[in-house]
């Protein structure tokens, strides 16, 4: 069993629900990275969802974008990003890290090489946000070999045949975007991503996580309420912004931003 | 051809997020519906004869083929199509396309302009809305078309983020197709972007090469030694060189941007002296850095500032059935004046790379030979970049 599968299989047991950060690698400096991951663990995250930064990030918004900029202009390469997954292993066994991020970077090492160096480094799951499972084969038969999850996006816009055709690929868990448009985006609909997750599904038994456009506490709870995880972009990255001139201040000011997402989402299933 | 899923070989194909892959896949399914619908190909004709103003001629360019010597140079004249360049064939195919969709909303990106002026020109005709984007710095290079877009009534989006031309416009115009799919339609302007974008631009664009070889066949009464075309994503060179394809004997040149020259990394020739990756929903040949990250590009002219190239241009040169050569900013303004004093046809400066190519090629082969160039746009958007390196202030 993966560690992924592990995670949700415990939170389960304890009638608990995911939460998922995301913040991008070598964002605003490669030093702060690992230290972050820690305090957010200690905040309450159950999953880290590390971006691999990207010249070219066209499923993202202006603030993830950004984050890319900073941490490529402090030279993060994709090496460096499984690099800090190693540092992070020495202190953490335990949190499942996924790896998000573009295809050319890793089309660069090479599937099979990529998959191999991510697994020794303590890697357990990897999304591609620019390759539907239609272009997946050979990326997909590289990480189980590995024993890499592919975790696959889900969107408004997916046909049932495609729901089906991408829970049959995926494992780990189902990435459900939950609007139409970019991370960071402003309007979420539960009801809407209720309808969406039921549907799911009935197609998969993996746990079913939502992200895009969740940005505070109360939208982290009322996701809780209907997924199996929250996943959290851009409300974290955009508080590292905030803090890019001071970047030993960004663990404690991140963590504490997260900490009260966990707690709403706590205090909800409490209801 | 490619295959079903849109690969040229390796190439082509569609890495787009999954928000897109239903969009995409019912443009596929509208445009093989219309494609072969006798209904649509007659209004994409009557078009194209009345709106654009094709065919467009076949000028055989005597007085510069005497001065180089060797080989009768001909030019396809896109320079006189409607709005000026070769993208109008594809937007207005584009738009009827969009029209039977049922969408109310273009959007495009540009580089030069032209796209963005062909696209706002269509949308005018048809009236439906019309967005824009274009990298801030393209915005400054191109100012007549980014004025000529607005008068159209299109809203021009300055793209701000990472280099600011065409690549960073084309990230943003995706972006903008993923929050509106419902109503929007992305007038792509090159071969390039998910499946069936590569294949549907060229089959717009391929009229260029279709009339090209009626018109070579009557005047020449041969079939031509070469075919030149400048490529930036590569739409007009695939339009002129399809219908050739089959034509064993003719030989293919594609011309890229060599910028400041391929050894100092600043150019835009990625089949040239760059690697197969991933961008814009296709793999293709690349200019990228070790890491797989995308570089900044360098080119004199807006239009061929673009780190990517159509996936059927790649599996050309890897076939090797097109041979593809660079050509630097200074042979180009070269050839600008050169073509401009000698003939009286202020070429564009993305044309004016293939027109320099055709200067060293032109005097290695005998006179009975015949090369066309494909003159995809008209100079007048490049004179202020001209001038400017030129120190003149207009």
Redesign the interface.
């Given at each position: 069993m993966s560690r992924i599968t592990e995670r949700f299989a415990l939170l389960r047991e304890q009638g608990r629900k995911a939460l998922i950060p995301y913040i991008t690698a070598g964002d605003p400096k490669p030093q702060v990275t690992v230290p972050l991951m820690h305090a957010l663990v200690a905040a309450g995250a159950d999953i880290l969802e590390l971006g691999v930064p990207?010249?070219?990030?066209?499923?993202d918004?202006?603030v993830i974008?950004k984050a890319c900029?900073r941490a490529?202009a402090e030279g993060t390469?994709?090496?460096d990003v499984l690099a800090m997954v190693a540092e992070f292993r020495r202190d953490d066994q335990e949190t499942p890290v996924i790896l998000m991020g573009?295809?050319?970077?890793?089309?660069?090492?090479g599937y099979q090489n990529f998959a191999q160096q991510a697994a020794v480094h303590g890697v357990d799951g990897l999304l591609t946000?620019?390759?539907?499972p239609?272009?997946a084969a050979p990326l997909v038969v590289a990480c189980e070999e590995q024993g890499l999850d592919r975790i696959?996006?889900?969107?408004?816009?997916?046909?049932p045949k495609?729901i089906e055709q991408?829970c049959a690929l995926g494992s780990g868990f189902i990435y459900y975007?939950s609007l139409?448009?970019?991370t960071g985006?402003s309007t979420l609909d539960v009801d809407d991503v209720s309808l969406h997750v039921a549907n799911i599904r009935r197609h998969t038994s993996m746990p079913v996580g939502v992200g895009f456009g969740i940005r505070d506490a109360p939208s982290a709870a009322q996701i809780a309420s209907i997924a199996d995880a929250v996943v959290v972009g851009s409300a974290l990255v955009k508080r590292i912004e905030q803090y890019q001139d001071s970047p030993e201040a960004i663990p404690e000011e991140v963590s504490a931003l997260l900490r009260t997402m966990r707690e709403a989402i706590d205090a909800a299933k409490n209801i | 051809m490619p295959d079903e899923?849109g690969h040229f070989g390796p190439y082509g194909?569609?890495?787009?997020?999954?928000?897109?892959?239903?969009?995409i896949e019912e443009l596929r399914q509208a445009y093989e519906r219309y494609r072969d619908d006798p209904d649509f190909q007659a209004e994409l004709e009557s078009d194209l004869a009345h709106y654009v103003g094709r065919p467009t001629p076949l000028y055989f360019a005597q007085r510069w083929s005497e001065q180089l010597g060797g080989a009768r140079i001909f030019l396809k004249r896109e320079d006189l199509s409607h709005t000026g360049a070769h993208k109008i064939n594809n937007t207005v195919g584009q738009a009827l396309l969009a029209k039977r969709m049922g969408k109310t909303r273009l959007i495009a990106e540009t580089g030069a302009g032209q796209h963005g002026v062909a696209t706002a020109t269509v949308a005018a005709r048809l009236g439906l809305e019309c967005v824009v984007y274009m990298g801030s710095e393209d915005i400054e290079r191109q100012a007549p078309n980014v004025y000529r877009m607005r008068l159209l009534g299109a809203e021009v989006v300055p793209v701000t983020?990472?280099s600011r031309t065409l690549?960073?416009a084309l990230?943003e115009a995706?972006?903008d197709w993923?929050?509106?799919?419902?109503n929007t339609f992305y007038v792509i302007g090159t071969v390039a972007g998910p499946h069936p974008y590569p294949v549907m631009v060229r089959d717009f664009q391929a009229v260029i090469g279709r009339e090209a070889r009626t018109q070579i066949l009557a005047q020449l009464g041969a079939l031509p030694h070469a075919l030149v075309a400048c490529v930036g994503g590569g739409s007009n060179a695939i339009g002129l060189f399809h219908p050739f394809c089959k034509d064993e004997q003719v030989a293919l040149y594609g011309v890229e941007a060599a910028g400041l020259g391929l050894e100092t990394g600043q150019h835009a020739a990625s089949l040239c002296a760059g690697?197969?990756?991933?961008?814009?929903?296709n793999?293709t040949y690349?200019v990228?850095n070790?890491?797989?990250?995308?570089?900044d590009t360098h080119s004199i002219s807006a239009g061929l500032d673009y780190p990517g190239v159509g996936p059927e241009h790649a599996w050309l040169k890897d076939t090797g059935r097109a041979t593809y050569v660079a050509i630097s900013d200074e042979e180009a303004l070269a050839a600008f004046h050169a073509l401009t004093r000698i003939e009286g046809i202020i070429p564009a400066l993305e044309s004016s790379h293939a027109l320099a190519y055709a200067m060293h090629l032109a005097p290695t082969l005998a006179p009975e030979q015949g090369i066309i160039v494909n003159l995809s746009g008209r100079g007048d958007k490049d004179i202020n970049t001209v001038a400017k390196i030129e120190g003149i202030s207009l």
């Open positions: 990207f010249s070219d990030p066209m499923a918004g202006p974008q900029e490529l390469s994709l090496l573009y295809l050319n970077p890793i089309e660069i090492l946000v620019d390759m539907p239609e272009e696959f996006l889900l969107a408004p816009t997916s046909s495609r991408i975007v139409k448009g970019v985006a | 899923k194909g569609r890495f787009i997020a999954e928000t897109l892959m239903e969009p983020s990472g690549k960073d990230n995706m972006r993923v929050a509106h799919v419902d690697k197969p990756g991933v961008l814009h929903g793999r690349l990228e070790s890491h797989g990250q995308i570089m």
